[in-house]
């Protein structure tokens, strides 16, 4: 067993606690959001905390440095909304778990997906990471957010798995192709 096995099986198993697949049910990827997309709240965090301390010092009220303490709160909130975030693709579902204090997973069905987008901003096309979404029949919707490589994503969610398969042989066609030009030809008599 490779080391990238053992640690897609975690993976996998990781995913069983949360997700109800059936056992017929193939995982074929799985992620959530970047890391990185804490560092924003973390710089928000940094300066609530050095505004708080700088406004206590100035104006001689140390209290104020407690409005300082929801300046730890706003990164270490975003890390655990990240972390807690997954998103699965099946080759019979999409799913997407969210939450921290509570849970909710999101299934959308393959067969009813009718569309499938990939956004990036300046950043995402500079990074390789960007927003995949995804529009189901009869209503319903599905994203994953700040995901590396958006576009293989959506590959696996369209069922490409970075390969175009056709269904049936080069002979089964080659076939239809003679039986249509028959048929073409008959009617045009």
Not at 36 to 43: D, M, R
Request: charged share 25%; net charge negative; proline share 3%.
């Amino acid at each position: 067993m490779t080391a990238d096995s053992a640690t897609d099986s975690e993976a996998v198993a990781a995913i069983d606690d949360w997700l109800a697949r059936g056992d017929d049910e193939t995982v074929r990827w799985e992620g959530r959001p970047r890391i990185q997309t804490v560092i924003p709240a973390a710089v928000v965090g940094l300066s609530v905390v050095v505004v708080a301390a700088v406004a206590a010092a100035a104006n001689g009220v140390p209290e104020l440095a407690v409005v300082g303490l929801v300046g730890f709160f706003l990164p270490a909130w975003s890390y655990l909304r990240v972390t807690n975030t997954r998103f699965v693709v099946t080759d019979r579902a999409l799913y997407r778990k969210t939450g921290v204090l509570s849970r909710t997973v999101q299934r959308v069905s393959l067969d009813r997906v009718q569309n499938s987008a990939l956004s990036q901003g300046v950043a995402g096309s500079l990074f390789g990471y960007g927003t995949v979404s995804v529009e189901a029949a009869g209503g319903g919707a599905i994203r994953f957010e700040d995901v590396d490589d958006p576009g293989a994503v959506r590959d696996r969610i369209e069922g490409h798995d970075g390969r175009d398969e056709l269904p049936g042989s080069v002979e089964q066609w080659v076939a239809v192709r003679d039986e249509v030009r028959a048929l073409r030809a008959a009617v045009e008599r």
